[in-house]
């Protein structure tokens, strides 16, 4: 399931990472900067979270057994919010901490340069991850001829676009933290520096709610991309003894796992053996379509007989339409 992209993606942000968290403790304990001391922490919780991920990965890759008969991929999805939550909970808590602390307290940044120095350098390794992450939804959004943003919102692989969430607030605080410093030394104002840690405190909050949101989504079950029922409905169409198309449902169990169940009303007088090969010709057809697709469950059914049993689970048909899906 882990694909080439999604570990190139990971290890590129974990390097980066791992470097700038040594270099920002070391400026903030020979400055005295809380803005660095919290750029510190914010880089230190950025490389555990790729190191959960990675973790993520192989746990999620293991082969479905009797207890998982449809794999461990959705697992990938619980430890990418594990993830959020470290954000928030360390990521942002320590970091408006450390903010509050200076605001109670504030005393000068000397050498100030060093810290300038640190943060540039930041930048640019923080970029280059982030660019990395951006090359692999640039390639997905051609696959799937969508644009950049719109591939992003309805990216299903969290080692992607975690590492993009967490690298844009990186240097978003990147940023605000240099800022910050300058306008404490010109303003000869160190308080602006623990405010200047509230701001990438925020931040962080901003960004781990919104991963938070994200990974809920897919963890509790999200439908595939309407492309891939829309094709399954048009295969069908093209099956003569197939009446009406009682319902499609789909589900991601990781990235690049999709299961698809189909109810079908066939004509009366089809035969069992061509029912047989028609479930064989549109389990293969819809595989051969898209490689996510890993099982395809053709059910035949009446349209009364469906009905009837939606009723008696208490579901609405209408809501299961496949035009009501949201990505």
Known sequence: MATDASKTTLLAALGANTGIAIAKFCGAAYTGSSAMASEGIHSLVDTGNQILLL????????????????????????????????????????????????????????????????????????GTSLLVAIKAVKKEARNRSLSFLETLRTHRDPTIFAV????????????????GTVLALVLDMPVIDGWTSIIIGLILAVTAISLARRCYTLLTGQAADPVIEERLREILGEIAVIDHV??????HFGPSEVLLIVS????????????????????ERMRDAFEDVRRVYLEAQSIQSHLEVLDDLGEDADALAWDNVET
């Open 246 to 251: 009682n319902e499609v449902r789909t589900m």
């Open 264 to 283: 079908a009303d066939f004509r009366d007088d089809t035969p069992a053996a061509i029912v047989k090969r028609i479930v064989a010709q549109v389990d």
């Open 164 to 179: 993009i969430y967490e690298d844009t607030a990186a240097i978003a605080g990147l940023l605000v933290a240099l800022a």
């Open 55 to 126: 973790f993520g990965l192989k746990d999620a890759s293991r082969p479905a057994d009797a207890p998982h008969p449809f794999g461990y991929g959705l697992r990938l999805y619980f430890w990418a919010f594990v993830v959020s939550v470290a954000i928030f909970a360390l990521g942002s808590g320590l970091t408006i901490h450390e903010g509050l602390a200076k605001i109670g307290h504030p005393t000068p940044i000397s050498h100030a340069w060093v810290n300038m120095l640190i943060l540039a350098v930041s930048i640019l390794l923080e």
